[in-house]
């Protein structure tokens, strides 16, 4: 498998059309609000050259740097299995804008059913009060989990360097935080919604722990 692929986007070609962050499921682009088109902030992600942002935009405005930029790999997304270089157990740091709602219930999740393969962490770029009171109440109640005596709120300066980083879904608020292998779960934000949208959420993020583990095995 091919490593060190990097798309480049020629912005003259470029329309801002955000095909390239909307398929990308690695974290590898994100929406630039001054210019209004796609910069590259997780290139570093991007290890597996499978070519889909490259394929699918529309203006042919993506190229990548790696290798000799000819190979085409048939990836399958849902069986890669990252090479993670580290001491002991990889370190996953879950990533949302306020460290107070996905990825608090990601790293709580991560803690009870994955803790044999990886450590759970959470983050944010900017923090609340506290851990979102409906994520506390709803993980008490579906796991017996009491999110505000095991956890806290926490950014990203404030956490170990991540191995693997897991962004939660927060679009033009994700940061760029380097690591040897990113996700981008694209989940919803349930704050202010009714406890069926919540659990909906969280059964999502359980489903994503179980998947991460296997993969990270």
Known sequence: ???????????DKCIGCMVCNDMCRHGVYKPDEEIRKPKVVYGNGCVHGCHGCERK???GAIR???DDG???IDYDY?????????NGKPRVTFICVHNSCRSQMAEALGKLYASDVFESFSAGTELKDRINL????????????????????????DIPQPDVVIFMGCNVSCPDVP???????????????????FEVIIRKIEKNIHRLKKRLL
């Open 70 to 72: 000819t190979i085409d």
């Open 78 to 86: 849902d069986t890669y299995k990252p090479e993670i270089i580290c």
């Open 179 to 197: 690591s040897q292998y990113a996700e981008n779960w694209g989940l919803e934000d349930p704050t202010g919604r009714s406890d069926e949208e």
């Open 57 to 59: 935009c529309p203006a």
């Open 134 to 157: 409906d994520a506390v109440r709803l993980m008490k109640k579906l796991y017996g989990i009491d999110m505000e005596e095991t956890q806290y709120n926490k950014l990203i300066d």
């Open 1 to 11: 498998m091919s490593k060190n692929w990097y798309p480049i986007i020629d912005y």
């Open 64 to 66: 990548y740097c790696g």
